[in-house]
């Protein structure tokens, strides 16, 4: 807010009335302006009630046994805060309270807010429920707005081919089912499939490795999606449709998955000529390696050319009575497919590409990349 030359206030130029600045994380930069060091804030000139700054953190730091900017600070530059065109030598309706400076982090209640610190909010389980009418899953933990990825289904009491089917995701829960092709009977016996519920958002786990949550909406056209966050690693990425706007069967497929961005899209039975409507479909996005989890130790990794025959898939670390998430990453065939599993154990997992056979007999699949995530938790996380 620029000063004015008339209304002055205290003989100063009157700019705005009241200011409020709260609850900001402002990081130094070093940068410079007209050869001086840059302030965080700047009050170019006196509010004619008052300008107040509480809550925020500044990264910039102040003399020993200082704690906050005093007097001889009004107009100097590279403080923290800066009130200049005014002939006073002291602060002029400018209040500071309950700020923090330097770089060491304070309370939560200061500065931006940090969404729990950036902590990952999430939780995983298992079911091995009635496969054909819709189930419901109630969470553990306290969500505002969480996405599911329920996948793969295993392959142990049914040779039809198979998926999960998500729907009604709330704060509190969701429902699922196990969803087979048109051209198949309904009729599949119950399976074990794990799932993964994460709040939207990004942050990082307890070592550092960044996650991104969200969902796109998407149909059978390839949708491109660009990442908020900054990956240093080509992340893992998982999806599933949130909705069902539409009956048919549908299954996601991951393409072209970049530091920056990645492509998805829906996938009908092959037999079916008309496109599927508009589906909500969640993603979950998370670099690679071992890390831990509110001190859960959890991995996340990728294999590649898994075809139609079943490859086996070892895990780096040892997982007891693990959850397992799995989702390709790339489309090198663009046959209706997903993916199924077997033999899970606390090393490794056996897992194929499984084609539908409406449009034609062969289940012949190129060589696609899967995304995993494993750990030995259910619940919380």
């Known amino acids: 807010m620029h000063g004015e030359e008339t209304g002055n206030v205290t003989d100063g130029k009157q700019a705005g009335k009241t200011i409020s600045i709260h609850h900001n994380t402002f990081q130094f930069s070093e ?106 899953v109630t969470l553990n933990n306290e969500y505002s707005n969480p996405v599911v990825v329920m996948k793969p289904v295993s392959q142990k009491n049914g040779e039809n081919p198979c998926h999960t089917r998500v729907k009604n995701v709330t704060s509190s829960g969701f429902e699922y089912k ?59 990425v998982f999806t599933q449709t949130q909705t069902v706007n539409e009956s048919d069967a549908v299954v996601t497929r991951n393409t072209h998955v970049g530091t920056g961005d990645f492509e998805v899209r829906l996938q009908e039975q092959a037999a079916n000529p008309n496109a599927h409507s508009d589906e909500i479909t969640a993603y979950i996005a998370i670099e690679p390696g071992r890390t831990t989890l509110s001190g859960t130790e959890v991995e996340v990794g990728h294999h590649e050319n898994v075809t139609d025959d079943w490859t086996q898939l070892g895990f780096d670390g040892s997982y007891s009575s693990p959850a397992f998430v799995a989702d390709m990453q790339t489309i090198n065939d663009g046959d209706t497919a997903t993916l199924r599993y077997k033999d899970l154990d606390a090393n490794g997992v056996t897992v194929q590409v499984e084609e539908e056979q409406s449009g034609d007999d062969e289940t012949d699949h190129h060589g696609e990349t899967v995304g995993y995530f494993v750990t030995s938790k259910n619940g919380a996380l």
Do not use: M
């Open 178 to 236: 196990t969803e087979e092709w048109e051209y198949t009977p309904a009729d599949h016996q119950p399976e074990t499939i794990s799932y993964l519920v994460v709040e939207q958002g990004s942050g990082s786990t307890d070592d550092g490795t960044v996650f991104e949550t969200g969902t796109v909406t998407t149909d059978e056209a390839l949708t491109e999606h660009t990442f908020e966050s900054t990956f240093d690693t080509k992340p893992v």
């Open 31 to 136: 940068s410079y302006v007209y050869d001086v060091g840059q302030e965080a804030v700047t009050i170019r000139g006196v509010p004619s009630d008052k300008a107040v700054l509480e809550n925020n953190w500044f990264y910039h730091t102040l003399p020993d046994g200082q704690t906050q900017p005093d007097d001889t600070n009004v107009d100097e530059n590279g403080q923290p805060c800066r009130q200049y065109n005014i002939p006073q030598d002291d602060w002029t309706n400018v209040e500071f309270t309950n700020n923090h400076y330097g770089t060491d982090e304070p309370v939560s209640d200061i500065g931006h807010p940090r969404s729990d610190d950036g902590a990952l909010t999430a939780e995983v389980g298992t079911v091995s429920q009635d496969a054909d009418t819709w189930q419901h």
